[in-house]
C-alpha cells in the first residue's frame, strides 16, 4: 500500500509562503498521479482545496483563492502544495490523498503554524 | 449546493454494531462514487470504503469483512452498517461525494 510522507508540522510567518510537501515512496512515480490537496481547521471537516498533475491537468477547488496552488518536483518524487501571501486564516492541517487503484491514501498530514 | 450529512453516530460497546447515514442533496447517490473516511481524535484522516455508481465496492483492509456500503436511491442516502465494533473504530466519520464534497461528520465511540 502506498505511504505519502507530510512532514507533521511547519512555521511561516503571515505574508511569506509555504510550500507543503507530500512525499511518494520509491517504486511509484508522482508523475503518474493526481495529487488531492485538503485543509482542515480545527474542529471543522476537510474543505477540498486542489487537484493537481501538471499544468494541463489541474483543478481549483470551488471558492479557494489562487493564492493556493499545487506542483511537483519529479526528480524528488513529491507533491506540492504552494500557500502565498500567508494569512492567520492559513494555520490549519493540511492532507494530501491520491487515488491508488480504487482505494484512497492519505498523508499524514501537516500542521501549518502561521506566526 | 451539495451538502451531505452524516447522523447515526454515537456509544457503543465492544462488539456492537451500529449503522451510519449520509443524507445527499445537491448530488445523486449513484451518480458517482462516494465514500467514507474516518479520523480518530488527533490523528489523520484514514479512508474507509467506497461505492460506485455502478455498484462495486471496496474497503480498506482494517474494516473488510466488519463494514458494509450500501446506498438508498428513493432516499438518496450512503450508508455504513458497521458490526464488530473495535475500541480502534472510534473516530468522526466523513462521507464525501466525489473527492470534492464533504459533510461534517458523525462521532462513533466504541469503548465499555
Known amino acids: 500500500q502506498a505511504v505519502l510522507t507530510q512532514p507533521s508540522s511547519l512555521s511561516a510567518s503571515p505574508g511569506a509562503s509555504a510550500s507543503l510537501t507530500c512525499t511518494f515512496p520509491?517504486?511509484?512515480?508522482?508523475?503518474?498521479?493526481?495529487i488531492y490537496w485538503y485543509q482542515q481547521k480545527s474542529g471543522s471537516p476537510p474543505q477540498y482545496l486542489l487537484r493537481?498533475?501538471?499544468?494541463?491537468?489541474?483543478?481549483?477547488g470551488s471558492g479557494v483563492p489562487s493564492r493556493f496552488s499545487g506542483s511537483k518536483d519529479a526528480s524528488a518524487n513529491v507533491g506540492i502544495l504552494l500557500i502565498s501571501g500567508l494569512q492567520s486564516e492559513d494555520e490549519a492541517d493540511y492532507y494530501c490523498?491520491?487515488?491508488?487503484?480504487?482505494?484512497?491514501?492519505f498523508g499524514g498530514g501537516t500542521k501549518l503554524t502561521v506566526l | 449546493e451539495v451538502q451531505l450529512v452524516e447522523s447515526g453516530g454515537g456509544l457503543v460497546q465492544p462488539g456492537g454494531s451500529l449503522r451510519l447515514s449520509c443524507a445527499a442533496s445537491?448530488?445523486?447517490?449513484?451518480?458517482?462514487?462516494m465514500t467514507w473516511v474516518r479520523q480518530a481524535p488527533g490523528k489523520g484522516l484514514e479512508w474507509i470504503s467506497i461505492?460506485?455508481?455502478?455498484?462495486?465496492?471496496y474497503y480498506a483492509d482494517s474494516v473488510e469483512g466488519r463494514f458494509t456500503i450500501s446506498r438508498d436511491i428513493v432516499k438518496n442516502t450512503l450508508s455504513l452498517q458497521m458490526n464488530s465494533l473495535r475500541a480502534e473504530d472510534t473516530a468522526i466519520y466523513y462521507c464525501?461525494?466525489?473527492?470534492?464534497?464533504w459533510g461534517r461528520g458523525t462521532l462513533v465511540t466504541v469503548s465499555s
Open positions: 464525501a461525494a466525489t473527492e470534492a464534497y
Open positions: 445537491g448530488f445523486i447517490v449513484n451518480s458517482n462514487y
Open positions: 461505492l460506485y455508481g455502478g455498484g462495486s465496492r
Open positions: 520509491g517504486g511509484i512515480s508522482v508523475d503518474t498521479y493526481r
Open positions: 493537481y498533475k501538471s499544468d494541463s491537468d489541474k483543478q481549483q
Open positions: 490523498m491520491i487515488w491508488h487503484g480504487s482505494t484512497w491514501v
